[in-house]
């Protein structure tokens, strides 16, 4: 038996066809306890590695029933996650959860890396490297729910990546822009002259507040879509005139209501 007790608390570990289970027992108070619960963990091991236990769910069946009420729940980003799903569903079929290998997810990845995205381009390897990030959630999910042994996704590597991109607006470019934001397009010169001055993505911009700009400290905190992390930045002369000016006539027309 490999149990081992650390201060008041058992722990299992041992090795299966090169494969290592380790864990702690919290509900074991003697080594006896500790024994039986390691064995019945084997057993439960064994059975699915050797074929004592049926095969698990569908794949897609898996992803709707469980996986995606999750993400919407739990992530921001799970309209990507309902997107990707599609596809999965697509390649894998109605194959079971413990069907598919990691063969299997490498010539997934070969495919998407093949295939031509809506523009007409290929498909960069970053992109299918975050395909393969949630088709390996979905699998780790489907480990925890005790549906396959192990996550295949494990033994397949992501694609290098080199997705290093210069681009700035030259000062004849940047005239030019503003240029055209007169008359019907004149509401878009703040939101462009932050996009420039600031960087944000698309979606920090849009969900920008006045909450979120402090004039004493002349900084607009931005917040991250993916992370609950703030990111301030210190505007330059541009976009503080810009700020100032938005701000006053502001001021104005809530004086004249």
Known sequence: MTIRKRGTRYYYDFMIRRQRYRGALPEARTKVQAEQAETKIKTKIYERKYGKVTASIPFAEFVHGVYLPWAKANKRSSSDDEYHAKVFCRHFGNKSLSEIDHQMIEEFKIKRMQSITRYGRTRKPASVNRELAILSGIFRMAVDYDEIPQNPCRKVQ???????????????????????????????????????????????LLKLRWANVDFDLNTITFRKQKQTKIAPYRWNQSCEQLLWSCAKRLTMQSLSL
């Open 158 to 204: 992501l694609l290098p990546e080199n997705n290093q991109r210069t681009r700035h607006l030259s000062f004849e470019e940047e005239h030019r822009l503003f240029a055209e934001m007169t008359g019907e397009r004149e509401y878009l010169r703040p939101l462009v002259t932050v996009a420039i001055y600031a960087g944000p993505r698309r979606g920090e």
